[in-house]
Nanobody, 126 residues
Framework: QVQLVESGGGLVQPGGSLRLSCAAS????????MGWFRQAPGKKRDFVAA????????YYADSVKGRFAISRDNAKNTVVLQMNSLKPEDTAVYYC???????????????????WGQGTQVTVSS
């Protein structure tokens, strides 16, 4: 059973930074892509960023491109989302996600991901 545990959320002022981490267990982490999604109250869950199995390819939503960076450490079974220049519209619950299969076609689709963490709240407010 794949388990994903996020950490690092919190309250930050506009323009600030946060670093989210996701610890994975239950299968060979390095064989699979990983993704981050977010969901604001009353809205659907949206793609934020994804990374392929070895970290050689990364993908971002247009809204976070240039501000957020996704990375992974396969030796530690972790994936990190570094968030800089945060804006109030980044406020949401952030979820780490792992796909069912090794071959991901649409990194930005929730349908590709079978396993989800419990989520961590990020609030950007002055």
């Amino acid at each position: 059973q794949v388990q994903l545990v996020e950490s690092g959320g919190g309250l930050v002022q506009p323009g600030g930074s946060l670093r989210l981490s996701c610890a994975a267990s239950g299968r060979t982490f390095s064989n699979y892509a990983m993704g981050w999604f977010r969901q604001a109250p009353g809205k659907k869950r949206d793609f934020v960023a994804a990374i392929n199995w070895n970290g050689g390819s990364t993908y971002y939503a247009d809204s976070v491109k240039g501000r957020f960076a996704i990375s992974r450490d396969n030796a530690k079974n972790t994936v990190v989302l570094q968030m800089n220049s945060l804006k109030p519209e980044d406020t949401a619950v952030y979820y780490c996600a792992a796909p069912r299969a090794m071959g991901v076609i649409s990194y930005d689709s929730t349908r590709e991901y079978a396993f989800w963490g419990q989520g961590t709240q990020v609030t950007v407010s002055s």
